[in-house]
């Protein structure tokens, strides 16, 4: 059972010399309902699929940047500028996650298996 006392119970109390504070949990409880007034800030939800959208985009704007900044030689090969530009591991998995901007084929052809092996021999 709570017992709330108004201000002039209070008084009254305190003229008697008995403490009228309020308890840890009528403070706490008071707290607990100004905070709930108020909305959290910054609270922003962010779904998977849009985080996933964003990180190729900016990959793909990295990726052509890169492009832009250099000029394409026939030895030069842009996902492995890209990989190192930005401090990733030159593996496979990488090469192909970055090259197909994450949408990995089931199979390489011919062509494009012979130049990874080329490009990751030492990793083999």
């Known amino acids: 059972m709570t017992l709330l006392l108004t201000k002039a119970d209070r008084d ?3 003229s ?4 009228s504070e309020p308890t ?3 403070t ?3 707290l607990a309902q100004r905070i709930a007034k108020h909305p959290a800030p910054a609270q922003v939800s962010v779904s998977p699929d849009s985080a996933r959208l964003e ?7 990295r990726l052509l940047a890169a492009l832009d ?5 026939p030895t030069q090969n842009p996902t492995l500028e890209f ?11 990488n090469y192909l996650a970055v090259g197909h901007l ?3 084929p089931k199979e390489l052809d011919a062509e494009a298996e012979a130049e990874l092996r080329d490009t990751f021999e030492d990793q083999e």
Not at 69 to 73: D, I, M, T, V
Not at 83 to 93: H, V
């Open 24 to 26: 840890f949990s009528e």
């Open 69 to 73: 900044a250099e000029e394409s030689s």
């Open 55 to 61: 990180l190729v985009r900016l990959a793909l704007t």
């Open 102 to 104: 994450g949408n990995l």
């Open 83 to 93: 990989l190192k530009a930005n401090g990733l591991l030159l593996n496979r998995a």
């Open 28 to 30: 706490r409880l008071a």
């Open 12 to 14: 009254f109390l305190k």
């Open 16 to 19: 008697l010399g008995i403490s």
